[in-house]
Nanobody, 121 residues
Framework: QVQPVESGGGLVQAGGSLRLSCAASGRTFSSYNVGWFRQAPGQEREFVAFINWSGGTTYYSESVKGRFTISRDNAKEMVVLQMNSLKPEDTAVYYC??????????????WGQGTQVTVSS
């Protein structure tokens, strides 16, 4: 079992950048696939980005493709979501999830508590 922990959220102006990190306690995080999801107020939690355990496979939602980059450093047991060209509609609580493969919430058994990202216009 693994417990993801997110960090790096905050307030940024539109067009700016933020870097979210996800680390985990428990079993070796480097052996897990990881997904990032987000949930805006009044909306369902949605998929943002995925990276497999080795870092060799990544994919993104259409809404963030070309602006967000997911990567991992297995030596540091960390996954990073670099978010550039942020828009107000990116405002949400961002969650790191581990142990899944797809784009659905139900695909992932392990979830962090989330970190708030707010983009001002």
């Amino acid at each position: 079992q693994v417990q993801p922990v997110e960090s790096g959220g905050g307030l940024v102006q539109a067009g700016g950048s933020l870097r979210l990190s996800c680390a985990a306690s428990g079993r070796t995080f480097s052996s897990y696939n990881v997904g990032w999801f987000r949930q805006a107020p009044g909306q369902e939690r949605e998929f943002v980005a995925f990276i497999n355990w080795s870092g060799g496979t990544t994919y993104y939602s259409e809404s963030v493709k070309g602006r967000f980059t997911i990567s991992r450093d297995n030596a540091k047991e960390m996954v990073v979501l670099q978010m550039n060209s942020l828009k107000p509609e990116d405002t949400a609580v961002y969650y790191c999830a581990a142990g899944g493969w797809g784009t659905a919430n139900a695909d992932y058994p392990y979830w962090g508590q989330g970190t708030q990202v707010t983009v001002s216009s």
